[in-house]
């Protein structure tokens, strides 16, 4: 049965313009869809949260379109528009034609070690923008991980995304997918870059091997074994993976954080040096637990992803692709041309000068090639990721020196290892000259700048100046920090961060100030007593007709009474247009009952005058208000009775 027959939202139009054609995928919190952007013509998938959670995860989907927005990058897939259509909360994201990593582990088993590094390398490239950008993903899995028909790998759902250094307080709630969460998400609720690199490591060993690396009966015992249990290396279940491959998982799923590599892109370092030590042989080992032993190309998503669109690496720290770059460029045997087909010439004959002039030509020649292809000359070795002492050896080996030894900043080669050599690895150069190397400081780091005090933008600019971003801003009531200063940074002044990394700043609202309730009061009263408390005055332009206040009496005020606002807060005032008039219908001559009627479903209260003569009278002999007439409604009409 076609469930999506079933969907309410299939073929409808939302907000105005997007066409629903059909339904992706259902999770817990929304469903996605197929959509038609009918504004720009293009097709998108539409992120739909379900109305029953909209007031509680409205929250999450802001975050979610505003996180993205600030991650332009190739592998992360765009957000592009949030909006609201009566009940529903969508996001407008970008649509990939493809499939999941985790229907490509359920249709495939294990992948070749190739195809896991392939799809793991845009992964990491996604996430280390991210977390230069100061966000934690906090909830990657298999599922979250988009794999194109045309190969490309983009990571999605950013939902639960937070900001580096935010303390989450679960209060019995983890958050994320149990398989994936770090030891210390499950402790404290903490999340900074780390937690992401574990996830990492879990999703490559699932990929190696076919299987999560903890299972039980209930995803307490899975917690348990993520606290108490290391993840055992893959070669455990596949025997003659490369120890490069079991290198790389125990780094990443380390159980105490300051072990892991610290954030995705040092990570994504430690992936590309492994792999270049990676024989053609050990990256095409076939696992046993593989559903599909052999593998052809054009059905194998996961085989067929381009190297060329995954994301530009930041720098070269895979030695082989310099090296296999420079043999473009490496010196050829020289092959003389045939000679041309004789063809008999009028005119003089060649003496034998021309000939032995040819001859020592061809001399000359072999000994060029041979003096260039000979001793003389020796290629430079790969030195890229190696340590000083590592590459002074490779070079000595080589016949060659080592030359000047210069210092540069890298976030993706760790500190005291070569960044790049001069002449580049597979150079041809004269034996025992020299080759000068760059070593890496490790990433750039700078200190947060004292900004308590500051003006928010001169706090931003501040930053900037410092080779920091602005991050989130939130505001508190304060009493000695005047409104729009700074009142404190995270990190705290004087922390020493890498360059580039999110500082989140506290800006003072100013001293509370308690907000009168001038409901019913005259605009000039109401506007006099604001304004000694030290709040600005806005009047709506629309007023509303009230029984309880006359014609121009205040009959509301946004921010509410009793609340506190902040010194310079406005308050806006919405003034009354007086009671509604209603014309009285006239009920003289009527009976009592018909009187009441008429006067009550007219909006008026009535009240009954008797006096001695009508005590047992039942006909409406005068009333207050003549009918026809006008009277506020709900006001009360007195009929007298004989």
């Not at 990058?73 to 528009?81: A, G, K, L």
């Not at 780390?194 to 299972?215: F, I, Q, S």
Request: charged share 25%; with cysteine.
């Amino acid at each position: 049965m076609d469930t999506t027959l079933q969907d309410p939202l299939v073929g409808q139009l939302l907000d105005g313009r997007y066409r629903i054609d059909a339904r992706i995928a259902v999770g817990g919190m929304a469903t996605v869809y197929r959509a038609v952007d009918t504004r720009l013509d293009r097709v998108l998938a539409l992120k739909v949260m379900h109305p029953s959670l909209a007031v509680d995860g409205f929250e999450r989907f802001i975050r979610e379109a505003k996180s993205v927005a600030r991650l332009a990058h190739p592998n992360v897939v765009q957000v592009f528009d949030q909006g609201t259509d009566g009940s529903y909360v969508y996001l407008a994201m970008e649509y990939v034609a493809g499939c999941t990593l985790r229907d490509v582990l359920r249709e495939r088993g294990a992948l070749q070690p190739r195809a896991a590094l392939d799809i793991l390398e845009p992964v990491l490239a996604a996430l280390g923008a991210a977390h230069r950008a100061g966000f934690v993903h906090r909830d990657m899995k298999p599922e979250n991980v988009l794999i194109g028909d045309d190969g490309r790998v983009k990571v999605a759902d950013f939902g639960l995304v937070r900001a580096v250094d935010t303390v989450t307080n679960t209060t019995g709630t983890v958050l994320g997918t149990v398989s994936y969460l770090a030891p210390e998400q499950i402790e404290n609720g903490t999340a900074d870059p780390r937690v992401d690199v574990y996830a990492c490591g879990v999703m490559l060993y699932e990929m190696l091997t076919g299987d999560k690396p903890h299972d039980g009966d209930s995803p307490a015992v899975i917690l348990y074994k993520h606290l108490h249990e290391d993840v055992p290396p893959p070669s455990a279940a596949v025997p003659g993976l490369a120890y490069e491959l079991d290198e790389m998982v125990a780094s990443a799923t380390a159980r105490t954080p300051e072990i892991r590599p610290h954030d995705a892109v040092a990570l994504l370092a430690q992936v590309r040096d492994g792999r270049s030590r990676l024989s053609a042989d050990q990256l095409d080992v076939v696992p046993p637990q593989a559903l599909t032993a052999e593998h052809d190309n054009a059905d194998d998503r996961t085989s067929v992803i381009p190297r060329a669109l995954t994301t530009p690496r930041p720098l070269p720290v895979n030695e082989d692709d310099e090296a296999g770059e420079a043999v473009l460029h490496r010196t050829s045997r020289f092959q003389s041309p045939p000679p041309p087909p004789s063809r008999r010439r009028s005119g003089p004959r060649r003496g034998p000068m021309a000939i032995v002039v040819a001859v020592l030509l061809v001399l000359g020649l072999g000994a060029g090639v041979w003096y260039i292809n000979s001793g003389q000359f020796t290629e430079v070795p790969p030195l890229l990721s190696k340590t000083q002492a590592q590459a002074e050896d490779r070079l000595r080996d080589a016949g060659l020196e080592l030359g000047t030894v210069k210092h540069a900043y890298s976030d993706t080669v760790e500190r005291g290892q070569v960044i790049s050599s001069d002449p580049k690895a597979g150079t041809r150069i004269r034996g025992n000259d020299a080759v000068s190397i760059t070593l890496s400081d490790g990433p750039e780091t700078v200190r947060v700048p004292a900004l308590e005090g500051r003006t928010l933008d001169k706090a931003r600019a501040q930053l900037k100046q410092d080779g920091l971003e602005p991050g989130m801003v939130t505001r508190e009531f304060s009493e000695d920090v005047p409104r729009g200063s700074v009142i404190s940074a995270r990190p705290a002044d004087g922390t020493q961060v890498r360059a580039g990394t999110a500082v989140a700043l506290v800006v003072s609202k100013g001293s509370p100030v308690d907000i009168p309730d001038i409901t019913g009061d005259d605009l000039a009263d109401a506007r006099a007593e604001l304004q000694d408390a030290g709040l600005k005055v806005k009047i709506a332009t629309e007023r509303v007709t009230s029984s309880e206040f006359d014609k121009g009496q205040v009959a509301k005020q946004s921010p509410n009474p009793g609340g506190q606002a902040a010194e310079g807060d406005t308050v806006t005032l919405t003034l009354s247009k007086g009671p509604e008039m209603v014309e009285v219908p006239d009920v003289v001559g009527d009976s009592v009952d018909d009187a009441r009627q008429a006067l009550e479903g007219a909006g008026f209260q009535v009240d009954e005058d008797r006096g001695l003569l009508g005590l047992f009278g039942d006909t409406v002999e005068d009333q207050s208000v003549k009918g026809g007439e006008t009277a506020p409604k709900g006001s009360t009409i007195t009929i007298r009775i004989r």
